[in-house]
């Protein structure tokens, strides 16, 4: 039996990676960094599935080059990077990775909240830089922050991670309010219209994948209604916020801080705004960043290719119309 080809972009953490091998010819990218775009379509000529990751850019032209191609499995939750429609044209199932890193980014989110708000980064490179003298000791505004417990939270969005937010926000007493475009009914959460969200939260939390209709969400316009010395992150997609209207509130003293981990474009340019300013922490989309959900990301995206490669719908299947016909 002609064993099909599965490419996989990067090597896999995780337990199930190594049962790929006898249910198909795998092909683990192993250079160093990113796979590049040119070495993508090259090695798709020939595929069957590809296991991706979410720097992988499936666009038409690159779904293009992969014309034996019947199935996709990215390791992440997001889809964004995925020529979608494409796909579900060709009958292509598409899989992800949801659930197994709900805690562990809402983790992220409230770390950044915490450091951004207690000025944290600001805090440890003053240290570090041997600023903190005798003469600059302690002072009644000395590093003084923003107050957590018992502020007001603001969730744009309302799925698994953002409910989770909402859970370790109840711990530090905050009153939290979330708009969701369908009004999900969450313990200790209060369903608002999005302008109340932006209006009268202390700290904004985005947390909606990013589509054409939630891109630009967090719009210039929309951080103007926030509320003086709020302060914004964003652990969604970037490209949800605009990046410079962010820049130019956190600049103008608008907002006191933001906590970013996912950009307009990543890795970050040296011209982005945000790199300026220590008002804003930052990190390079580390979100699901821990070894054990990581791990289980790889198993979920390794079973979902088992699956296809079976013949059976993927356990997590994106776009489960292509099963239908
Ligand atoms: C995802 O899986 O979409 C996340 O952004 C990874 O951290």
Request: hydrophobic letters at 45%; one cysteine or more; proline letters at 5%.
């Amino acid at each position: 039996m002609i064993m099909k080809k599965v490419l996989v972009t990067h090597p896999l953490p995780g337990t199930r990676i190594h049962d790929l091998s006898s249910h198909c010819n795998e092909l683990v990218w192993r250079g160093s960094g990113l796979m590049p775009a040119s070495t993508l379509r090259e090695e798709l000529a020939d595929c069957q599935g590809l296991i991706c990751m979410l720097t992988d850019r499936l666009s038409a032209d690159v779904l293009a080059c992969a014309p034996q191609l019947e199935f996709v499995s990215s390791m992440s939750v997001g889809v964004d990077h995925v020529d979608v429609p494409v796909l579900s044209a060709r009958g292509i199932a598409l899989g992800n990775t949801p659930g197994v890193l709900v805690d562990t980014t809402a983790d992220l989110a409230f770390a950044l909240l915490l450091a951004a708000a207690r000025r944290v980064p600001e805090a440890d490179n003053f240290v570090r830089q041997g600023k903190w003298s005798e003469h600059n000791a302690w002072s009644p505004e000395f590093f003084a922050g923003k107050d957590v417990s018992g502020a007001t939270l603001g969730l744009v969005g309302l799925g698994a991670i953002s409910q989770a937010v909402a859970r370790r926000a109840a711990g530090f007493g905050m009153d939290v309010l979330a708009w969701n475009r369908t009004a999900r009914h969450v313990a200790n959460v209060r369903n608002v219209i999005l302008d109340e969200v932006l209006e009268r939260s202390d700290f904004i939390s985005v947390h909606v994948a990013l589509a054409p209709d939630t891109r630009n969400l967090i719009s210039a316009a929309r951080i103007a209604q926030m509320k003086p010395g709020a302060v914004l992150i964003n652990t969604a997609r970037g490209g949800i916020v605009d990046e410079r209207a962010l820049a130019e509130a956190l600049l103008g003293g608008h907002l006191y801080a933001a906590g970013v981990d996912v950009f307009e474009r990543e890795p970050l340019t040296a011209d982005n705004p945000l790199l300026e300013l220590s008002n804003v922490v930052l990190a390079p989309h580390i979100g699901s960043a821990t070894q054990i959900t990581r791990a289980r990301m790889a198993d979920l995206a390794v079973d979902n290719a088992l699956a296809a490669l079976a013949g059976q719908p993927m356990p997590h299947c994106v776009n489960p119309e292509v099963y239908k016909s």
